[in-house]
């Protein structure tokens, strides 16, 4: 009886050790940070950090914000102090960079999905400067409760950057 009990203490522990290691192994998406889009069009918000006038490092991935809406924007595998924490010892600064495009942007023009679509390179709309860019710090963003308002927000226009390769 002993025995038994004992074997099924240890299935158990088992199982609830694999339910741990199943539930850490999940992507996580902070949806923390938000963007209220108080325009009539859709935009699409892009963070990065740039320093010495080159885009150092994506924060995430662009998204399309639909107009007159409030949409949070995901940030793969991180939180946002993680991010900041990650310019601070990265770039000595503390500002992340949100960009806004007026158009619909896509890394590379290879994906086939986006071939057949007016779609924009980011790199060619960021060596223009096509774009609209405002800097945030960490405690700026936490009074405003992680909110960002296009385009009340004072965005200005962009500068023609020389982004990584």
């Given at each position: 009886?002993?025995?038994?009990?004992?074997?099924?203490?240890?299935?158990?522990?088992?199982?609830f050790?694999?339910?741990?290691?199943?539930?850490?192994?999940?992507?996580?998406?902070?949806?923390?940070?938000?963007?209220?889009?108080?325009?009539?069009?859709?935009?699409?918000?892009?963070?990065?950090?740039?320093?010495?006038n080159n885009?150092?490092?994506?924060?995430?991935?662009?998204?399309?914000?639909?107009a007159?809406?409030?949409?949070?924007?995901?940030?793969?595998?991180?939180?946002?102090?993680?991010?900041?924490?990650?310019?601070?010892?990265?770039?000595n600064?503390?500002?992340?960079?949100?960009?806004?495009?007026?158009?619909?942007?896509?890394y590379?023009?290879?994906?086939?999905?986006?071939?057949?679509?007016?779609?924009?390179?980011?790199?060619?709309?960021?060596?223009?400067?096509?774009?609209?860019?405002?800097s945030?710090?960490?405690?700026?963003?936490?009074?405003?409760?992680?909110?960002?308002?296009?385009?009340?927000?004072?965005?200005?226009?962009?500068?023609?950057?020389?982004?990584?390769?």
């Amino acid at each position: 009886m002993i025995i038994k009990n004992n074997i099924i203490l240890v299935i158990k522990i088992s199982i609830f050790v694999l339910f741990l290691q199943v539930l850490n192994s999940c992507d996580f998406i902070d949806t923390q940070l938000k963007l209220q889009n108080n325009t009539k069009r859709n935009i699409f918000v892009y963070g990065v950090f740039i320093k010495n006038n080159n885009k150092v490092s994506p924060i995430f991935s662009p998204q399309k914000i639909s107009a007159d809406t409030t949409q949070a924007i995901k940030i793969l595998n991180s939180h946002l102090e993680g991010i900041f924490d990650y310019g601070v010892n990265y770039l000595n600064d503390s500002t992340l960079d949100i960009v806004i495009f007026n158009k619909p942007v896509v890394y590379y023009t290879s994906d086939s999905h986006f071939a057949n679509k007016d779609w924009y390179l980011i790199n060619e709309l960021l060596q223009t400067g096509n774009y609209k860019i405002r800097s945030y710090t960490y405690d700026e963003l936490k009074r405003k409760n992680w909110l960002i308002v296009y385009s009340d927000d004072g965005f200005k226009q962009g500068w023609p950057l020389n982004p990584e390769k």
